[in-house]
């Protein structure tokens, strides 16, 4: 499975982006997905996840009420809609595909992953 992620680029603090992950994976709408980002040293955070049914999700406590995750099964992409950004969002930000077991589950950590993609830098300005 390839993952492509574009997206990113800069906003100033209270602006939006919206990333997508684009998958190469006929069995797509069988993955669950995730997004991760790492900040310049810190470790990589799970920002979003959702489960290959699309039913669940997942976001980090600092995300909550601001990021949104969605999947588009058809075009075999996964969204990340960030509102209302902050300073403290600036990282760059990976997508990660894994087969799901069942339908409804979510993975939040990275070695849960198995595929991952090239990341897409997000910078926030104050």
């Known amino acids: 499975v390839q993952l492509q992620a574009s997206g990113g680029g800069l906003v100033q603090a209270g602006g939006s982006l919206r990333l997508s992950c684009a998958a190469s994976a006929a069995t797509f709408r069988r993955y669950a997905m995730g997004w991760f980002r790492q900040a310049p040293g810190k470790e990589r955070e799970c920002t979003a996840a959702?489960?290959?049914?699309?039913?669940?999700?997942y976001y980090a406590d600092s995300v909550k009420g601001r990021f949104t995750i969605t999947r588009g099964d058809a075009k075999n992409t996964v969204y990340l809609q960030m509102n209302s950004l902050k300073p403290e969002d600036t990282a760059v930000y990976f997508c990660a595909a894994r087969s799901g077991v069942l339908s409804g589950t979510l993975y939040n950590t990275g070695g849960e992953y198995t595929y991952w993609g090239q990341g897409t830098l997000v910078t926030v300005s104050s």
């Open positions: 959702i489960s290959w049914s699309g039913g669940n999700a």
